[in-house]
């Protein structure tokens, strides 16, 4: 069976819905995951949950390590994996509470760990990137959004920025000229270290804020997990109704 594994950002640091069976401690070629991975059940599979910045949100956005994350999902199981991020909305449409799963990625972080291909190769080894989510996925989370009646944007260009601040409005701005409709810190590396190990991936992504200069609200982290209480339950709405339709 194609063990399903949920990365929990801001705002999901645990998984109501999922009755937890036992906690595995990884150790990884690549130092400490972000926790113990969460291994039960929810909607009637067997589900891995990962809490990405850690079960007491200590783990800022450029501290995650990525590959340690990714490797001890797939050790234990994970085939498929389904990252929750809470995000900024750049595009009109993508307004506090809303969920989207976007298609692809603009990457602005630098200086993290960015592949499991840098030691011990016996030749260099480039990912295709053309398109950085498994689109089976994408499309299973966007027929469970159409079920379970839940308005959910289908496509989208995230931008990942380094953090861990905010953006000026100045950066939006030009975000927003790159073509990108959503902003995020933690969407990369993880994406492309997920498909150098052939994980099926997709993201989906939460609204918490309007992006830096077009809301009226002042970005706090106070007001970033207000808003983002509501849309973690319509993810886990969206949640339930997906894990029984995915491919057994
Ligand atoms: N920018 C970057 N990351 C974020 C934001 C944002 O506005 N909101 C939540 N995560």
């Known amino acids: 069976m194609s063990t399903?594994?949920?990365?929990?950002?801001?705002?999901?640091?645990?998984?109501?819905?999922?009755?937890?069976?036992?906690?595995?401690?990884?150790?990884?070629?690549?130092?400490?995951?972000?926790?113990?991975?969460?291994?039960?059940?929810?909607?009637?599979?067997?589900?891995?949950?990962?809490?990405?910045?850690?079960?007491?949100?200590?783990?800022?956005?450029?501290?995650?390590?990525?590959?340690?994350?990714?490797?001890?999902?797939?050790?234990?199981?994970?085939?498929q994996v389904i990252a929750v991020n809470a995000v900024g909305g750049i595009r009109a449409d993508m307004t506090p509470g809303r969920l989207v799963v976007p298609h692809q990625i603009i990457d602005y972080t630098h200086s993290r760990v960015n592949t499991f291909f840098e030691e011990g190769l016996t030749h260099v080894t480039h990912i295709d990137f053309t398109n950085p989510y498994c689109e089976s996925l994408r499309t299973e989370l966007l027929a469970a959004a159409v079920a379970s009646d839940l308005e959910v944007i289908g496509e989208g260009v995230y931008a990942a920025t380094q953090g861990p601040r905010l953006e000026s409005a100045a950066e939006i701005n030009r975000l927003e000229r790159?073509?990108?409709?959503?902003?995020?810190?933690?969407?990369?590396?993880?994406?492309?270290?997920?498909?150098?190990?052939?994980?099926?991936?997709?993201?989906?992504?939460?609204?918490?804020?309007?992006?830096?200069?077009?809301?009226?609200?002042?970005?706090?982290?106070?007001?970033?997990?207000?808003?983002?209480?509501?849309?973690?339950?319509?993810?886990?709405?969206?949640?339930?109704?997906?894990?029984?339709?995915?491919?057994?």
């Open 178 to 248: 790159d073509g990108c409709d959503l902003v995020g810190m933690t969407g990369m590396p993880e994406a492309a270290l997920a498909r150098e190990l052939g994980l099926c991936y997709a993201c989906l992504a939460v609204v918490a804020n309007m992006g830096a200069g077009r809301g009226d609200e002042a970005l706090t982290m106070e007001m970033i997990e207000r808003t983002l209480v509501g849309g973690m339950a319509d993810v886990r709405r969206l949640l339930e109704q997906v894990i029984p339709a995915l491919p057994a």
């Open 4 to 79: 399903l594994a949920i990365i929990g950002g801001t705002g999901l640091t645990t998984l109501k819905g999922l009755r937890l069976a036992r906690s595995e401690t990884v150790t990884t070629p690549y130092g400490e995951p972000s926790g113990p991975i969460g291994i039960g059940e929810m909607a009637g599979r067997e589900v891995l949950f990962l809490s990405r910045h850690g079960a007491a949100h200590t783990i800022p956005p450029h501290k995650v390590n990525y590959r340690a994350n990714l490797w001890a999902l797939q050790r234990c199981g994970a085939e």
